[in-house]
């Protein structure tokens, strides 16, 4: 059933599709509790393509993906959100940012042996703690474009799970009642957001409560692997079928890394062709590697010659990706 503004009233859905890069927002019908939930496909293995990241460090950083998506979807600005996690754990450092318009991109700094001394056996909470340690935090910076405006909310590491950490910050920050599942595997990164709003006035606070703990024993009725196999149709059939729900037209999700050749071309310049050709000399080409994305721009000598002739000025070099 579909309404004026694009919406879409879920009841007895029967077989939906399962779409993949796709942001979406739901609503339990006059009530106030709203949701969002992200699948990433493409983008997630395409975010991937240079980078091959152990197991257990590529199921957090999907999980983080998916989470700063969530986040991003919860405000209205216009610039980037980052998610920030620094431990003392396997995984010293990682990074997911996704701009307001939902492109992202991420990285994950970890220590090989670390990683590899986590058991195949560990699950849950266990390896959670072993990436991020025992000691760490969990910060999200907001980078407004409008006035410049930068806005940053750190919390540390808490309870045995991302979405733990992501609930703690949302009680911290927003002080709005959150329940956040988050699952991620090497195809896909999902999640699922559920938060309180503020009661509408004369609502009956009995009645308001009741509805919020219905929505949190919706979410606790999810498995990661519910998220990671199931449409948001099903989803939302199974964890609140009590309620009337309200699903809205998604928003598509994309991989995009800043990094271009004329950035490189002008990082090599800034450094001075004597250096520049001392590297070509030592190593045969001379390789950037962009630190997110890990995408590497390859230049031979011919390519760094014209890099410092007059004639190639603003013209950029052929490179091998």
Known sequence: MSCANGCLIVWRMQSPSLPGDEVRRFIVENRPV???WVRLEGAWRELRAHKDYPEPVRDLLGQAVAASVLLAATLKFTGTLTLQLQGNGAVRLL????TH?????AVA??????????SSDSKGGAVFRRLVGTEGRFAVTIEADEKHTRYQGIVPLAGESLADSLETYFASSEQL??????????ERGVGVLVQKLPDPANAEEADMKAVWDEAERGIERLSPDDLLQRPLEDLLEQGFAAY????FKGAP???ECRCNQGRVSGLLRSLGAEEVRDVLKEQGAVTVTCEF???PYRYEAADVEALFTDSAEGEEPPSIH
Do not use: N, S
């Open 293 to 295: 994305c890990h995408r």
């Open 244 to 247: 009337d729900m309200r699903l």
């Open 177 to 186: 009642p959150t329940r956040v599942l988050l699952a991620a595997d090497g």
């Open 34 to 36: 709203r949701g969002h």
């Open 253 to 255: 999700v994309q991989f």
């Open 109 to 118: 700094r970890f220590d090989d042996a670390a990683v590899e001394e986590i």
């Open 101 to 105: 318009d939902f492109r992202l991109r």
């Open 95 to 98: 990074v997911a940012q996704c």
